[in-house]
């Protein structure tokens, strides 16, 4: 087993924008020794336990606005968004929307050099969104993805079996680990092993606060957090149930202390504090702050089990330099706390006072060396990694032509970390309203009730587009819901897809299918391989 990596802030410029900060909380203490403590993370103003902090985070967009009234009464005459297999399909007696014209067809986007665009025109409607209902058999249903059943749980083989021969290539990685939980693993640069990348990873039974009640799983875990590879990184979106699990997390301390270490939005790292990890192993970042992760070289990271000692040793967090980047490592990947367009909080007091967001990351190659402590990783030429986490896109009832209705975090996230290799993007609401529909028969269309915080799959579509992913994998659905509500998603997500030309083969040879990118949908526990970079 290797050794955990070491962590280093690039220090933030005073020019980023705090317009997320609700007021600053008075400092509790100000001592003056604190002036002239070593430079560490914490002379960041954002990371000082005893300097102010905001009381509570806020979107600063115009497009996020809350349901209104008729917003709720449209949600609950539509339903949500659930398919029976084709041939049970029964007449509807429901609202029926789904024959507006949703979807504008688009050409291929390509630039003249054959790269994927973020200036052409919009892939959006034109009019409202309404979800599709599937009551009634298209005519187009037979290009409709159909399968059956539409998600199910296999068992990860992490593709390694492949790999026992020394001469095989490694390659990046990605495993879908059920709802938002998504494996990513890095091949070292001397070495047969990876580095693991792991976001927002649930395995228990219920995102719930207890789990006598609240939404449960529809499908199984792919394995248990002890069988997990390596994992060196776990990156947290925020602290909804569904995507900060204490469980889960006090089996990834259990099991890969020697290794993990937790990056996580500002304001949670007292949450992993008050569970028992160290805080030397959890680093805490606000929107655009960016960090430096450096994994020892291969030689250096072998230990002898004799010599594991309880708790384990601590890395230095420490201020990135060029010392940090010219160091021997296996790999130095850059991660960076991005925006999203969400809420937090675990009960009834603590809403939106810890932050919420989105994360990137990119390997440090030779060639990006120079402007790794710069901001941004715009066009580096190592692989690069988006998640989506938990985020809406746009409100979907806003009236035609406001033009403010959109987020605008993703096109700032582009022009920052734009192209992707690869990014992990939501295509539903996962749990809360799956468990009303299934427990309290209370069924409302996310899309109409929930658009400013959650994606349908039209948005993830457009996210892709706009952040520039050459290849994106679905996330955040058919987990804590049942099939047909995973069917809905499915069948609405391949429907999209198609009519805006986004392609749905993961190693299709076509380069021209690759034209706006591909984006697919997986089983839990299935392993995705990045094919060969040039
Ligand atoms: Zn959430």
């Not at 986007?109 to 790269?115: A, H, I, V, Y």
């Not at 449960?216 to 995507?243: F, M, N, T």
């Not at 984006?519 to 990045?530: K, S, Y």
């Amino acid at each position: 087993m290797s050794s955990h990596p070491t962590v280093s802030i690039i220090p933030p410029p005073s020019s980023l924008p705090k317009d997320h900060h609700g007021p600053f909380q008075p400092s509790k203490q100000k001592s003056k020794s604190n002036s002239k403590a070593p430079m560490r993370e914490d002379q960041d103003e954002c990371h000082n336990p005893t300097y102010h902090k905001p009381k509570y985070f806020k979107n600063p967009w115009p497009s996020y606005r809350t349901a209104s009234l008729h917003d709720a009464y449209l949600a609950y005459q539509l339903g949500a968004a659930v398919a029976l297999p084709p041939h049970q399909t029964p007449g509807s007696s429901r609202l029926n929307l789904a024959d507006q014209e949703i979807y504008e067809e688009v050409e291929d986007t390509r630039g003249e050099d054959g790269s994927l665009r973020s200036d052409s025109a919009s892939l959006l409607p034109k009019k409202l969104y309404i979800r599709p209902d599937f009551s009634e058999v298209k005519e187009d249903d037979l290009f409709d993805d159909w399968r059956e059943p539409p998600v199910k749980t296999i068992s990860p083989t992490w593709r390694d079996q492949e790999e026992v021969q020394d001469d095989v290539e490694r390659r990046e990685k990605v495993t879908w680990l059920g709802h938002a939980g998504v494996l990513i693993q890095v091949p070292f640069r001397d070495g047969k092993d990876y580095a693991g990348v792991l976001f927002d990873p649930i395995f228990s039974y219920r995102c719930s606060p207890t789990q006598y009640v609240g939404p449960a799983r529809y499908q199984d875990p792919p394995c248990k957090v002890s069988e997990l590879p390596d994992i060196h990184i776990c990156c947290i979106s925020h602290d909804h149930y569904d995507h900060l699990d204490y469980y889960t997390i006090m089996d990834l301390w259990k099991y890969h202390q020697s290794t993990v270490h937790f990056l996580v939005p500002l304001g949670l790292k007292q949450w992993f504090t008050a569970s028992s990890i160290p805080s030397t192993r959890i680093t805490e970042l606000d929107w655009w702050h960016e960090s430096l992760i450096s994994f020892p070289p291969i030689s250096q990271s072998y230990k002898d089990d004799d010599d594991a000692t309880y708790p384990p040793s601590e890395p230095e967090v420490r201020l990135s330099s060029e010392t940090t980047l010219e160091e021997p490592s296996a790999i130095k990947l850059k991660f960076a706390f991005t925006p999203a367009q969400h809420r937090s909080g675990r009960g009834i007091l603590d809403h939106m006072t810890t932050l919420w967001g989105s994360w990137c990351f990119g390997v440090v190659e030779d060639e990006d060396r120079a402007r790794a402590n710069e901001r941004g990783m715009r066009d580096w030429k190592g692989f690069k990694v988006y998640f989506g986490g938990d985020t809406g896109y746009r409100y979907a009832t806003a009236p035609e032509g406001d033009d403010d209705a959109i987020c605008p975090a993703f096109e700032e996230i582009a022009s920052h970390y734009s192209p992707f290799t690869l990014s992990l993007l939501p295509l539903s609401t996962g749990s809360s309203l799956p468990f009303l529909r299934t427990v309290l028969s209370l069924s409302l269309d996310q899309y109409t009730l929930t658009s400013s915080l959650h994606c349908s799959p039209l948005d993830s579509l457009e996210i892709h587009r706009i952040i520039r992913s050459e290849r994106s994998l679905g996330i955040h659905w058919g987990t804590f819901c049942d099939l047909d509500e995973a069917r809905g998603t499915r069948v609405d997500f391949g429907r999209c897809r198609r009519k805006l030309g986004v392609s749905g083969e993961w190693d299709d040879e076509d380069e021209e299918a690759g034209g706006n990118g591909r984006f697919v949908v997986g089983d839990i526990g299935e392993t995705f391989v990045l094919p060969r970079r040039n």
